[in-house]
């Protein structure tokens, strides 16, 4: 696992085919508002997958900087056959990106493998 510190704590952890970044923290800079959208993008590319989950903590407010900045790394990774999905974000937030219609673009899951394998699939007995 790897640390990338920026003006957030994110640890990056490579999967098959899969990149997952676990997110602490996250606060959209006004002055600097691209700045997650490009620390991000540069751990893709680095790791050279376009398929990323990002695990937001509970408590993590999405205002509509931080939604803007995360729908622009969807579409960057669309380009690249890849997409973009959430995880772990509370109850309470998830209807801020059904109204402001961006839930299709960026799809919540609840934990990292129902991200990677979709909600509908069935899980196998333990």
């Known amino acids: 696992m790897v640390e990338v510190k920026a ?19 996250l606060a959209a800079d006004t ?12 751990a893709m590319q680095r ?13 993590q407010a999405l205002d509509p900087l931080l ?4 729908l622009e790394l969807a579409q960057m990774a669309r380009a690249q056959d890849g997409c973009v999905r959430l995880c772990g974000m509370s109850f309470d937030e998830r209807p801020r990106l059904r109204l ?7 799809p919540v899951y609840r934990d990292r493998q ?12 333990k």
């Open 114 to 125: 129902d991200a990677v394998f979709g909600s509908g699939r069935p899980r196998q007995p």
């Open 7 to 25: 003006e957030w704590d994110l640890a990056v952890e490579r999967g098959p085919n899969w990149l997952f970044v676990r997110a602490e923290n």
């Open 47 to 59: 790791h050279m997958t376009y398929r990323l989950v990002l695990e937001l903590p509970e408590e």
């Open 31 to 42: 002055e600097d508002e691209r700045s997650l959208l490009e620390c991000l993008w540069a």
């Open 67 to 70: 939604i803007r900045q995360l």
């Open 100 to 106: 402001s219609a961006f839930d299709c673009a960026l």
